[in-house]
């Protein structure tokens, strides 16, 4: 019969669709699950990234250090993405890094960039 043919492929494109619309949900659930323990719980002992100070330079363009384990970055953004300006070695990062309770108020972000820059100047002499 011709009409039994045509529900049965009516019944396996149902069936088909199920199953991708079923295997759609499960990724997406798998993937916040992912996303919400951090990597399957492999970054979940503390935080290891951090952006220390950010100054906007223009439109959509800024400078931003990083503080990434023991390194420190500095790193400009833009609309064409993330650029690493500088690796700062430990000297150059006390400039950024926030000062103790004693020393009195932290440096400001421009101050501890020019402070920064000019050690490299210094170096490259």
């Given amino acids: ?11 396996s494109l149902l ?19 992912v996303a919400g323990r951090g990597a399957l719980g492999a970054f979940s002992g503390g935080r290891r990234m951090e952006v220390l100070d950010r100054m906007p330079l223009g439109r ?6 990083a503080r990434v ?8 953004a833009g609309t064409a993405g993330v650029t690493l300006l500088a690796e700062l070695t430990e000297e150059e ?5 926030p000062p103790e309770a004693a ?12 402070t920064v820059m000019k050690q490299k100047q210094r170096e490259r002499r």
Avoid at 1 to 11: F, N, Y
Avoid at 69 to 76: D, I, K, P, S
């Fill in 1 to 11: 019969m011709p009409g039994l043919e045509g529900d049965a492929a009516l019944g």
């Fill in 15 to 33: 069936w088909m669709t199920v199953c991708v619309v079923l295997i759609i949900g499960l990724a997406y659930w798998f993937t916040k699950f």
């Fill in 60 to 65: 959509d363009q800024s400078v931003v250090l």
């Fill in 69 to 76: 384990g023991e390194r420190y970055l500095l790193l400009g």
């Fill in 93 to 97: 990062a006390a400039a950024w890094k």
């Fill in 103 to 114: 020393e009195g108020e932290k440096p400001g972000f421009k101050e501890a960039f020019l």
